[in-house]
Structure formats: C-alpha cells, structure tokens
C-alpha cells in the first residue's frame, strides 16, 4: 500500500509540472486580470498594451503566459520574438500542437518556410491524422509546383473528410494539374455539392469544358 501511494504521489507531482500556471509567489488573481485586459486591449486594437499586460506578471516557465505572448507579439509584428515566446511554449509542453500551430505565422511572416514545414512534419508526428497540417502542407508542396506530392496530402485528407469543401478542391486542382482531368471534373463537383457557389471549384470546372 506504501508503494502504492509513493507511485501515486510521484505520478501527481509530474503530471503538476506542466500545468503550472505561474510562479509561486504570484497571485493567481493578479494573472488572471491581466489575461482579462489582455484580451480587452487586442478586441480594441491596443496589441502591444495586450504585451505590456501580460508581460507585467511574466514567468518563463508559465505556458499560457508565453503562449499568448507568442500569438500577441505576432499581431504586434514583433516576429522574433514571437517565435521566442512559442518556442518557450514548446519546450514546456514538447506534445502540444497548439503552440507548433502558433509558431508557424511568424515563421511564415520571416519567410522561414523550413522552420514552417518542420513544425507541420513535428505535428503529424505527434497526431498523425491532424487535417490542418496535412492540409497545410499540401497547399506549401502546391504552391511549389509539387503536384505530385501535395495531391498524396489532399488525399489524406479528403479520405479523412470526404465532404469537406477546401480538400476536395485542392485535391481536384492537383489532379488538374498532373493532367487527370475526369479525377479532377468529379473532385470539383463533389465540392460544388458541399459549397454550389464555390469560386475555386466553379473556376476548375470551366476549364475542363
């Protein structure tokens, strides 16, 4: 039974690091309004009074701290330092995709499309069937003119959301363009089917006529 409870206090004490919310000695209160203003000032526009805020009860081992900061500094076009504060955000919690998410803006803001697609590769990784970043890197492949490769993304995707809108285009497009036109005619009129007045997929369709 002694065991038993060592192994119980032992697995509550590591499962405590992670979700500290700041540093002891803070008042929990004290952050708390300061999250509150923060998002007050970014509704109204005031992004770097939103940093100023937060940065008031600032602790580097503080995940919603650094992650906020990170998406605030962003919006504030501070770019290095946003990356700063996600990668803060990363090593405290290395499975989390929310902050991996994050960090892509400013990296995609920099032009730092490496950084992009290993955060998105880190993604699948870690949540191997995530739509969004299987999508994502199928629009990157894309826009490269790696038709082949984005198609086997969209794929993935449309196997996963055979409905869905945004995949069945990007799909249709691919196959458009590797010259598969009757995938790429269907693709686009099951997506027409979802969204009838769809820009992307109406435009597909009036080049294959």
């Keep these: 039974m002694e065991i038993l409870t060592q192994f119980k206090r032992i697995i509550l004490s590591g499962l405590l690091i992670p979700v500290t919310l700041a540093a ?3 008042d929990f209160k004290q952050i708390k309004d300061a999250f ?5 000032q970014e509704a109204t526009g005031e992004v770097l009074a939103a940093v100023h805020s937060l940065k008031a009860v600032y602790d580097e081992k503080s995940y919603e701290i650094n992650l906020r900061l990170g998406w605030l500094s962003y919006q ?4 290095t330092e946003a990356v700063a504060y996600y990668n803060r955000a990363i090593n405290i919690m290395p499975y989390a995709i929310e902050p991996r998410f994050g960090i892509v803006y400013p990296g995609a803001a920099m032009g730092n499309w490496t950084m992009v697609m290993a955060q998105y590769e880190k993604i699948l990784e870690i949540s191997p069937n995530n739509s969004i970043a299987m999508h994502r890197i199928g629009l990157i492949y894309y826009g490269r003119e790696d038709f082949e490769t984005a198609k086997k993304y969209f794929e993935k995707v449309v ?24 995938e790429a005619r269907v693709l686009f009129q099951k997506a027409l089917l979802h969204t009838p007045s769809g820009t992307s997929a109406l435009e597909g369709l009036d080049l294959l006529e």
């Design 159 to 182: 196997n996963l959301y055979p409905f869905d809108y945004d995949a069945l285009t990007m799909l249709g497009w691919s196959y458009f363009r590797l010259g598969n036109f009757r």
């Design 36 to 40: 509150q203003q923060s998002y007050i």
């Design 24 to 26: 002891a000695g803070q």
């Design 76 to 79: 504030a076009g501070n770019f």
